[in-house]
């Protein structure tokens, strides 16, 4: 009998040993500001902070957080092996990086599928030193060898993925080229997460040669599709050829962060979950954090985002919403400052006191001391007004304008706010959408709201002066009062005075929108860019979608 029940008790320990370990969170979160020997970032710390918050409040434990000087390749390294030994089928992992990129390029010893002169992306620690030249001194070999490439990381991310884990992986960061729109002469200078590219060393001068020349053959060159790994998500902040600033988030404030780590965290805290299912899709995290960040971006920055390639695996569950246990102890939290009602203007030259201003309703114009703590950069002599980003943003601007212009900039963050929780997709047609438009230019967007449903809408304009444009639907014009959502054109815009920064807006609901309809018609032509505002939040809804477009525009040479 004794013997019988200790047989049947080993069975069901076996049994239970052979179970599967259930689904876990996992995540390794980096943050470098305070770099040794490059330019020190403003936000990078922010970015990793406020994720991992995120992380810690969802319950989360298995967490691992590297700032500033413990952001080393070793530590890194043996963060990414232990969590990859640790990780089990069904796992979600998270890994993000915010820091400065580089592009470099392959020597004479590299990996045998790649050739020489072949560029390559990789992501910098707090320690790295770039060589100055060819030779690099023995002083600067260890600094050298203070990164990790991306074939690295798809390394590790291939590894996961053949385990049976969802990863995300975020890298807030940029690697070369430019913004995607010229600044104006004038702009404040910008801090951008990328350093200058650098001669590729001498054979034998980097430290990691052996390591990387062993790399296995890269199955999925510069993270192109990811089709040899349907598992990973990947979010960058830019393209390749692009850089990507710092900007003021919450706008108006005084706090750096990343635009995508910012959209990523407040996708992961819930709102990206756009159908409230407890599950945040690949797709959903698409529209949530591409909208989001142009939004914030102020249309300079389009995320990459892969896999591109739809299908299936868009359906895909990236990250889940559950409560993974109790919170680890409390942390020091990110500080959230909450922006004032008010606009700071740098003046360029001569110009009044603004502080003498008259007061305006439930808002406030200051005088900046620099261009970079500015919202616009105003020069009284020539009336043009561009913004810290190097935009021009209005013209033939005096003192009795700068109400205007400031009400543009609040409506500008209050779009941000609403499109952010109630996201839509509306982005420019066209082979060059970012150019400068002429005076009677015909210009075109596109909606996407993921749906095919019939939506109600409404698009207008806010002129870079604050004057608002009413524009669709015209029922003089026999335009539909509706639209189905999925990439709708609106493709019959002509491009008219004030000329500069203008702001298309397009709300959309399943539901009649002909209050607002009307309150922006009463708007058009003046300068009611708050007014407009208050119109679109008295017809909220919860199914409401709201999305803005950049566009600048000038008179015709």
């Known amino acids: 009998m004794g013997s019988a029940l200790f047989w049947r008790a080993g069975l069901l320990l ?26 020190a970032l403003k936000g990078a710390t922010n970015d990793a902070r406020d994720l991992y ?11 691992t957080l590297l700032l500033d000087k413990d952001a080393t390749r070793a530590g890194f390294v043996g963060a990414m092996e232990g969590l990859t030994d640790r990780v089990h089928p069904g796992d979600i992992v998270l890994v993000s990086f915010a820091g400065h990129g580089t592009s470099e390029r392959w020597g004479k010893r590299h990996p045998d599928d790649v050739k020489e002169g072949d560029t390559y992306q990789s992501f910098l620690f707090v320690g790295f030193v770039p060589p100055s030249g060819r030779e690099v001194s023995p002083a600067a070999v260890k600094g050298f060898g203070e990164r990790v490439l991306g074939r690295e990381m798809r390394v590790w991310l291939k ?31 910008q ?28 199955t999925d060159t510069e993270f192109s599709q990811f089709k040899a790994m349907p598992n990973v998500t990947f979010l960058a902040a830019v393209d390749r050829k692009s850089l990507a600033p710092e900007f003021a988030i919450p706008p108006g404030s005084s706090t750096r962060r990343g635009a995508l780590s910012y959209s990523v965290a407040r996708a992961l805290e819930g709102q990206g979950d756009m159908d409230g299912d407890g599950k945040i899709t690949r797709d959903e995290l698409y529209r949530f954090v591409g909208s989001n960040v142009r939004q914030i971006s102020q249309h300079r920055q389009l995320p990459e985002l892969q896999p591109s390639y739809g299908g299936e695996g868009s359906r895909a569950t990236v990250f889940s919403l559950k ?4 919170s680890p102890p409390q942390t020091e939290a990110l500080p959230v400052e909450t922006a004032p009602r008010l606009v700071r203007i740098f003046v360029d030259g001569v110009g009044p006191d603004l502080e003498t201003l008259p007061p305006m309703a439930g808002f406030g114009i200051r005088r900046a001391g620099t261009r970079e703590e500015a919202d616009y950069i105003w020069t009284p002599a020539t009336g043009r007004v561009i913004s810290p980003l190097g935009d021009e943003i209005a013209t033939e601007i005096g003192e009795a304008d700068l109400a205007g212009l400031a009400a543009r900039e609040l409506a500008r963050r209050d779009l941000i706010d609403l499109s952010r929780t109630h996201p839509l997709e509306l982005r420019l047609t066209g082979e060059r959408p970012d150019r400068l438009y002429r005076e009677s230019e015909r210009v075109g967007v596109t909606a996407d709201t ?31 009062t509706t639209f189905a959502g999925d990439r709708t054109p ?3 815009i002509n491009v008219q005075a004030p000329f500069g920064g203008d702001l298309f807006v397009l709300v959309a609901d399943r539901l009649p929108l002909d209050p607002l309809i009307e309150a922006i018609k009463a708007l058009d032509g003046k300068k009611a860019a708050l007014e407009a505002v208050a119109a679109i939040r008295a017809s909220e809804t919860e199914g409401m979608r709201l999305a803005t477009q950049g566009l600048f525009t000038a008179p015709r040479t």
């Not at 918050?53 to 967490?63: A, C, Y």
């Not at 409560?323 to 109790?326: A, E, I, L, R």
């Not at 749906?451 to 604050?466: E, K, M, P, Q, T």
């Not at 444009?469 to 014009?477: E, S």
């Open 14 to 39: 076996l049994a239970l040993l052979s179970q599967p370990a259930s689904a876990e969170t996992r995540a390794l979160i980096v943050g470098i500001d305070d770099y040794t020997d490059l330019r």
């Open 53 to 63: 918050e995120v992380m810690r409040r969802r319950g989360i434990g298995d967490l």
């Open 159 to 189: 590894r996961l993925n053949d385990k049976g884990a969802q990863v995300l992986f975020v890298a807030d960061s940029c690697y070369s080229g430019g913004m995607t729109r010229a600044p104006a002469r004038g702009a404040a200078a």
């Open 191 to 218: 801090t951008v997460r990328a350093i200058p590219a650098f001669p590729t060393p001498a054979d034998g001068d980097d430290p990691l040669d052996e390591t990387l020349v062993r790399l296995p053959p890269d």
């Open 323 to 326: 409560d993974d246990g109790p």
């Open 450 to 480: 993921g749906s095919r449903d019939a939506l109600h809408y409404v698009l207008f304009n806010i002129a870079g002066n604050g004057t608002v444009q009413f524009l669709y639907p015209d029922v003089g014009r026999s335009d539909p």
């Open 490 to 492: 609106f493709d019959d």
